[in-house]
């Protein structure tokens, strides 16, 4: 079993990051923000797309997390519901003064994380458990697929 691990350094890298977390299924309990740390993190069930269709869809626990983190918001999101669902369509980052911007999360029915930073950080790396998953992700319905 390959394990993905990848590091954002700049916008493309990120742009990489958001394509291989594209549809991750997160829920609200899995995701923290470490002030004293400058940290924030998240672990998801990535939609396995290096995969390809030759296999069964497959689902990857992944840990993801940026650092020199000044702030975050939420919106859209019950944050003391610790088993909601949210579904991860992508990440993208807006630059303010270089190298320091705000990198979004942006989830599906509305939801956001803004996450600014004092320049861009992050890692990315599958934890190793891999399951079906009991569907491939069809970016026409707004339904997260259950765990």
């Known amino acids: 079993m390959d394990l993905l ?16 977390l594209q549809d991750a299924i997160v829920r609200v309990g899995d995701i923290a923000y470490l002030p004293k740390e400058r940290c924030f ?3 998801a ?12 869809p497959q689902r990857r626990l992944t840990g ?3 650092q020199q983190v000044k702030a ?11 088993d909601a669902v949210l579904d991860l369509l992508a990440i993208s980052f807006e630059e303010h ?11 599906a029915d509305g939801g956001a994380i803004q996450v600014d930073v004092d320049c861009i950080e992050m890692q990315m ?3 190793g458990p891999v ?8 970016h026409g319905e707004t339904s997260a697929e259950s765990i």
């Not at 691990?5 to 890298?13: G, I, T, Y």
């Not at 399951?131 to 069809?138: I, K, N, T, V």
């Open 97 to 107: 003064d270089a190298p320091s911007g705000t990198v979004s999360l942006i989830f």
């Open 125 to 127: 790396k599958d934890l």
């Open 131 to 138: 399951w079906a998953a009991e569907s491939r992700p069809s």
């Open 5 to 20: 691990k990848l590091v954002a350094l700049d916008q493309d890298d990120l742009t990489v990051i958001s394509m291989h």
């Open 41 to 43: 993190a998240i672990v």
């Open 72 to 82: 975050v918001r939420v919106r859209g999101i019950d944050q003391s519901d610790k």
């Open 64 to 66: 993801m997390h940026l």
């Open 45 to 56: 069930r990535r939609f396995d797309w290096e995969a390809g269709s030759a296999v069964p």
